[in-house]
């Protein structure tokens, strides 16, 4: 009985920190279906609140399926990044052959305001190219092409009574991992007229930049998962004060979890910024649990919880000399944790800034510093 009550919880925890969120895709994850996938190109058949934006022929891979199956399937073997399918798409192929996903967003978006747009990709095993370009295009109305080839944006004026909103992703070390899952991720301004996104590559194929990949299949196919468009509350990290404890406005934690979602690193992203106009500072990361769970099991994984952000400030560009991270576990509560709303307060990550030198490290905190109060 205990089991259930605990899975309960993190399942209520779950669907209030995806309110939170306020992912506006429709079934992000491809996990609602209406019929096991048993043929290609029938992703908007089989899948609540996606489609195709032209006659291309998108997939939809699920653990269900044996055809389409999902790792297994006619590109490779790929697990999903999240929950048990993914979609897929050819993002190069001969004849500039193009295939475009299409979902469905729950509002319009607002006018003027910025949102992050992110989604995770893998390129299938049997690719022979990965691609260094990567669009998205937001359009008012729902784009049904009559055409298989690439959608190129000169040609999007003919069409009528539609407005368009695109952004082009560009990674210089190609999207090429076949084993794992990349996070792609960019921003937009609305222009409020904004109802679908499309996934795909905008570009022919003379002008897509391409790198050899070691497949079989003369093209680049990727699985795609966790589609997400969120409005992004900008965080003010202006007037920082050293040595007191500030709390990450933007970041907290799923239960018994440690990784970092697109709020969470826009939030980040506002610290960094900050950061690299004050090369002097120097930043400790806390972070904490709620009481669930025992003693030594929070305390790792708050442990994990604030070196998932310290990597994530490396990542961005901070010395790793510059950063120091601890765990606390559930020995420092925010607020009581009597409800899910305080234990979900208490799953948070904080951080101090110091003019003073980090000592050199001595465990895999990466530093020590004097002002440390643990």
């Given amino acids: 009985m205990q089991n259930v009550f605990q899975l309960l919880i993190a399942f209520v925890g779950l669907q209030l920190y995806t309110v939170n969120a306020q992912n506006l895709i429709s079934n992000p994850s491809f996990e609602k279906f209406s019929i096991c996938p048993d043929e290609h190109g029938n992703v908007a058949e089989d899948v609540g609140s996606w489609s195709k934006a032209t006659e291309g022929t998108s997939d939809y891979f699920n653990t269900c399926s044996s055809k389409m199956g999902v790792p297994n399937n006619f590109n490779g073997c790929q697990t999903a990044a999240f929950g048990s399918a993914y979609a897929g798409a050819y993002f190069l192929a001969p004849n500039n052959y193009r295939e475009y996903i299409?979902?469905?967003?729950?509002?319009?978006?607002?006018?003027?305001?910025?949102?992050?747009?992110?989604?995770?990709?893998?390129?299938?095993?049997?690719?022979?190219?990965?691609?260094?370009?990567?669009?998205?295009?937001?359009?008012?109305?729902?784009?049904?092409?009559?055409?298989?080839?690439?959608?190129?944006?000169?040609?999007?004026?003919?069409?009528?009574?539609?407005?368009?909103?695109?952004?082009?992703?560009?990674?210089?070390?190609?999207?090429?991992?076949?084993?794992?899952?990349?996070?792609?991720?960019?921003?937009?301004?609305?222009?409020?007229?904004?109802?679908?996104?499309?996934?795909?590559?905008?570009?022919?194929?003379?002008?897509?930049?391409?790198?050899?990949?070691?497949?079989?299949?003369?093209?680049?196919?990727?699985?795609?998962?966790?589609?997400?468009?969120?409005?992004?509350?900008?965080?003010?990290?202006?007037n920082l004060k050293v040595d007191r404890v500030y709390a990450f406005k933007k970041v907290h934690f799923p239960v018994d979890d440690y990784g970092l979602d697109v709020v969470s690193k826009t939030d980040l992203k506002s610290l960094y910024k900050h950061l690299k106009k004050n090369p002097e500072m120097f930043i400790s990361i806390h972070a904490h649990t709620d009481n669930d769970g025992n003693l030594s099991y929070n305390k790792s994984l708050s442990n994990k919880r604030a070196k998932s952000v310290a990597n994530y400030l490396i990542a961005l560009g901070v010395k790793q000399s510059r950063i120091q991270w601890y765990g606390y576990g559930e020995n420092k509560p925010a607020v009581a944790n009597k409800s899910l709303v305080g234990k979900q307060k208490n799953r948070r990550a904080e951080f101090i800034l110091s003019e003073k030198r980090f000592i050199p490290k001595s465990r895999n905190n990466y530093a020590e510093t004097l002002f440390e109060d643990d």
């Fill in 102 to 238: 299409q979902g469905k967003l729950i509002k319009t978006l607002e006018k003027g305001k910025r949102y992050g747009i992110s989604f995770y990709i893998s390129l299938s095993e049997k690719s022979k190219y990965a691609i260094g370009d990567i669009g998205v295009l937001l359009s008012a109305k729902q784009m049904n092409i009559k055409s298989t080839k690439v959608i190129k944006r000169p040609s999007l004026k003919n069409e009528k009574n539609n407005s368009f909103n695109y952004e082009e992703i560009k990674k210089p070390s190609f999207f090429k991992d076949k084993k794992g899952w990349t996070e792609v991720y960019t921003e937009i301004t609305a222009s409020g007229t904004e109802n679908f996104l499309i996934i795909g590559n905008f570009k022919d194929n003379r002008d897509t930049k391409t790198l050899q990949a070691e497949g079989t299949k003369n093209a680049s196919y990727y699985y795609i998962d966790m589609v997400s468009v969120l409005p992004i509350e900008t965080s003010s990290y202006e």
